[in-house]
């Protein structure tokens, strides 16, 4: 496993952004209508949405994404996540066309398959791009569902958009290791297993990677204050026993959290923690 130190994450901001239908329409107003040519007719206003990635296709085939895929757009910037590494671009939009600059990311070690989806995002979500949103109508005050972003060759990027996830109830899926500022992914065959689930009755219950556990959790402010927990007792080798050694120590004594639409961090006193994401 290959561990890097992350460039200064990307903040998480307020997306306003207002797209426009796919299309010309005529429409009322100086310049609609009367002769002096064809206006684009607002669609949906997309603001404060975090678009999940669902899959991309470029050059015919078609990848599901990872958890924790996503981009937001404002004015000038597009910002958001590969699928592990983060990342930020100039943008630029226009009725219906969005066009993304070169992009900055972080730079952490990701699993191959992770790694593959992430040059295919990045190839795709660049340059001129087609937006077409749909699942809401052009009212002020609806959101769009869905949105679709085409390049002029074809290739796409299907998104949709998504509730922050509250701290409790939401199972949290562990997706990288934190040591101080520096972060890893998880090994591969590890993936998709180590979780928690903070209940409303102060519990918390999941996988630490290899075993069940169960124990207390108590939310105040910022931080989780977890109790001893209780485990069973399978035997772990290699990479599985790191990682639960790894979340195991997250979800130690009081940790400070970190809450962000749907990621979560976990950071003990000791500069150890976890990432996780919702689902």
Known sequence: MRTQLIV??????T??????????????????????????RPAAPLTGVRWTVESVTVDGKKTA???????????????????CNHFGADAKIEGDTITVGQAQMTEMGCAKDV??????????LSGELKAKVSGASGEAGKTAKNLVLTTADGDSVALAAQS??????????VTSL????????????????AHLVIGKDGSV????GCNTFRGEAKVDGSTITFGRLSTTRMMCTGTSAMVEQSVTEALTGKVTYKLDHRSLSLTAESGKGVSATAG
Request: net charge neutral.
């Open 8 to 13: 200064p994450a990307v903040a998480a901001l």
């Open 15 to 40: 997306a306003v952004l207002t797209l426009t239908a796919c299309g010309t329409e005529t429409g009322s107003g100086k310049g609609a209508g009367d002769g002096s040519g064809d206006s684009v």
């Open 65 to 83: 994404a990872p958890a924790g895929a996503h981009v937001e757009f404002q004015k000038g910037r597009a910002e958001g996540n590969y699928g």
């Open 115 to 124: 790694q593959g989806f992430e040059t295919a995002l990045s190839k795709a």
């Open 164 to 173: 922050p996830a509250p701290l409790v109830g939401t199972k949290w899926t």
């Open 178 to 193: 934190l040591k101080g500022e520096v972060a890893s992914s998880l090994p591969a065959g590890t993936e998709n297993k």
């Open 205 to 208: 219950r999941g996988n630490l």
